[in-house]
């Protein structure tokens, strides 16, 4: 089986493969495995946030009794620790590909018919080809290459202009750095280089930022972040921008007609954090037969399995959401059909990508995350929910840990056919580690659990984790942290 691309999706569905008996090679252009998410993405990401949040977190802490003074920041070393952690990891999937003895091949892989892939040698630390290629010829594939950012085509090619993977660089801290996209990737860019001592300027065609979270719960989160911010430009898209020496100036027109902009503003850092697209269209996937989207996404049923019957996609290249772990659990499906199409194993050749709910989180700070149906669907799509709110200004622990801003939610269906006991159709919490407790709010979705089940799991005190027992428990009517609320 070969597999072409080696981040969560590519390495995993090696790994699996190889651990159901099938002999494995992973094309991969860059020297490790690991991917985006590994290499420019999720990893580096969160432990310069770990920072950002320890930084923050110490900052408060004069106000409790305890003035650690201002912190002397060493951007070179903190650079260093990022590619620590990525190289720590990296070492451990290479340790791991050859232990289940998966083949790694480098190079740029790009099909030549329906059973071979041309792999064109790279070397060094990105991808610089050196000449040599080879043919490898697969029984079964997966494609899994992944996505880069999408770059605006009117903004200047200079260093002062970066996407997620320039910024994770973190070559030096801007005094005025604006981030192009109010997504998740560009608000947790900007937290750790507004930690940093950057004042920060966003702006985002839609009418508010990260889309796709309830309204209730960002609220939370930018009212904490406002001091982060000198402009939060909504509605508004970006419409040129030119390299001054000074700065990189960028002009702003109304996203809508008839809305106002602001006028051009320089910057010493431009984030374009606009979204991602496919790389379906650099395989020359037609070679091999398999249809790849206008937009670059390569289409596949419930086995992950493309138009051409015994080649697969997964990842990023098969669409939204574009997030590590479900990457990952499609990797599992497509490695598990085609062992189990090879070996007649019926149980594992009937396996499918049938999660009911992807979570997601905004590694912020506080942190969002939601999984499931969210209160604004709710409503726009006309779905009776019954909703069970905790705030943690209730929590004892959030109390004790000066941070209780945060909110947890649950919404259980209310429809007439639920007779008062509708299962749970989604969750979101804002709030420090809420990404840390959102599983459980994924599993209870999974196993179809009502407000019952989730408030009499005994929940520890005092826990964060504690007040999806209490949000729970505000849905039946039985928390006794809160008063009742009125019928
Ligand atoms: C800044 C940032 C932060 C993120 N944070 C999170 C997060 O916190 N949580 C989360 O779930 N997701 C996060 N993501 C998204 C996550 O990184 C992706 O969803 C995930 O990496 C997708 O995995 P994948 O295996 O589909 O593709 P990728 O990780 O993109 O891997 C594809 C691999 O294929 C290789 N490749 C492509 N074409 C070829 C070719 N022709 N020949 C050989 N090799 C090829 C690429 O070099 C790459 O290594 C983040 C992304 C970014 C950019």
């Known amino acids: 089986m070969l597999v072409l691309g080696g981040g969560p999706g590519g390495y995993s569905a090696a790994f699996r493969a190889a651990d159901l008996g099938l002999n494995v090679v992973i094309v991969e252009r860059y020297a490790t495995l690991g991917g985006v998410c590994l290499n420019v993405g999720c990893i580096p990401s969160k432990a310069l946030l770990h920072v950002a949040a320890v930084m923050d977190e110490v900052s408060h802490m004069a106000d409790l009794?305890?003035?650690?003074?201002?912190?002397?920041?060493?951007?070179?070393?903190?650079?260093?620790?990022?590619?620590?952690?990525?190289?720590?990891?990296?070492?451990?999937?290479?340790?791991?590909?050859?232990?289940?003895?998966?083949?790694?091949?480098?190079?740029?892989?790009?099909?030549?018919?329906?059973?071979?892939?041309?792999?064109?040698?790279?070397?060094?630390?990105?991808?610089?080809?050196?000449?040599?290629?080879?043919?490898?010829?697969?029984?079964?594939?997966?494609?899994?290459?992944?996505?880069?950012?999408?770059?605006?085509?009117?903004?200047?090619?200079?260093?002062?202009?970066?996407?997620?993977?320039?910024?994770?660089?973190?070559?030096?801290?801007?005094?005025?750095?604006?981030?192009?996209?109010?997504?998740?990737?560009?608000?947790?860019?900007?937290?750790?280089?507004?930690?940093?001592?950057?004042?920060?300027?966003?702006?985002?065609?839609?009418?508010?930022?990260?889309?796709?979270?309830?309204?209730?719960?960002?609220?939370?989160?930018?009212?904490?972040?406002?001091?982060?911010?000198?402009?939060?430009?909504?509605?508004?898209?970006?419409?040129?921008?030119?390299?001054?020496?000074?700065?990189?100036?960028?002009?702003?027109?109304?996203?809508?007609?008839?809305?106002?902009?602001?006028?051009?503003?320089?910057?010493?850092?431009?984030?374009?954090?606009?979204?991602?697209?496919?790389?379906?269209?650099?395989?020359?996937?037609?070679?091999?037969?398999?249809?790849?989207?206008?937009?670059?996404?390569?289409?596949?049923?419930?086995?992950?399995?493309?138009?051409?019957?015994?080649?697969?996609?997964?990842?990023?290249?098969?669409?939204?959401?574009?997030?590590?772990?479900?990457?990952?659990?499609?990797?599992?499906?497509?490695?598990?059909?085609?062992a189990g199409e090879l070996q007649g194993n019926k149980e594992l050749a009937a396996a499918a990508f049938n999660a009911r709910v992807i979570p997601s989180v905004a590694y912020t700070d506080p942190e969002v995350a939601w999984v499931g149906l969210t209160e604004d669907q709710a409503k726009a799509q006309g779905i009776k929910v019954k909703k069970g709110l905790f705030p943690w200004t209730a929590s004892g622990r959030a109390i004790a840990n000066g941070r209780d801003e945060g909110v947890t939610k649950l919404l259980f269906d209310d429809s007439p056919e639920a007779h008062g006991h509708g299962k749970i159709l989604g969750g979101g919490m804002v709030g420090t580690h809420a990404g840390d407790m959102i599983g459980e709010i994924a599993l209870a979705i999974e196993m179809g659990a009502d407000a019952v089940d989730i408030g009499k799991t005994i929940h520890p005190h005092p826990t964060l984790g504690e007040s999806i027992g209490m949000a729970a428990e505000v849905a039946h009517g039985s928390c006794t942290d809160l008063l009742p609320s009125k019928k």
């Open 65 to 338: 009794g305890v003035d650690f003074g201002k912190p002397v920041v060493n951007i070179d070393k903190l650079r260093g620790h990022k590619e620590k952690v990525i190289g720590k990891l990296a070492g451990g999937l290479a340790a791991m590909a050859k232990m289940r003895k998966v083949t790694t091949v480098r190079g740029l892989g790009q099909f030549v018919g329906a059973h071979h892939l041309e792999v064109s040698e790279t070397t060094g630390t990105a991808q610089e080809q050196n000449g040599s290629k080879k043919v490898i010829a697969f029984k079964r594939a997966i494609i899994a290459a992944g996505s880069q950012a999408v770059r605006l085509p009117f903004m200047p090619n200079d260093p002062r202009v970066v996407d997620s993977t320039g910024a994770l660089e973190l070559k030096e801290v801007p005094k005025r750095m604006l981030i192009l996209g109010g997504g998740i990737i560009g608000l947790e860019m900007g937290t750790v280089y507004s930690t940093l001592g950057a004042r920060l300027d966003v702006v985002e065609m839609m009418d508010g930022l990260m889309q796709g979270a309830d309204r209730d719960l960002v609220k939370i989160w930018q009212k904490m972040n406002a001091k982060r911010f000198d402009n939060i430009m909504l509605k508004t898209k970006t419409v040129s921008a030119r390299a001054l020496p000074e700065g990189i100036e960028v002009t702003f027109a109304p996203a809508e007609e008839g809305g106002t902009a602001p006028a051009p503003q320089v910057y010493d850092l431009v984030l374009q954090a606009v979204g991602r697209t496919p790389n379906g269209k650099k395989l020359a996937a037609e070679k091999a037969g398999v249809a790849v989207t206008d937009r670059g996404f390569i289409n596949v049923d419930i086995q992950m399995r493309t138009n051409v019957p015994h080649i697969f996609a997964i990842g990023d290249i098969v669409g939204q959401p574009m997030l590590a772990h479900k990457a990952v659990h499609e990797a599992h499906v497509a490695a598990e059909v085609i």
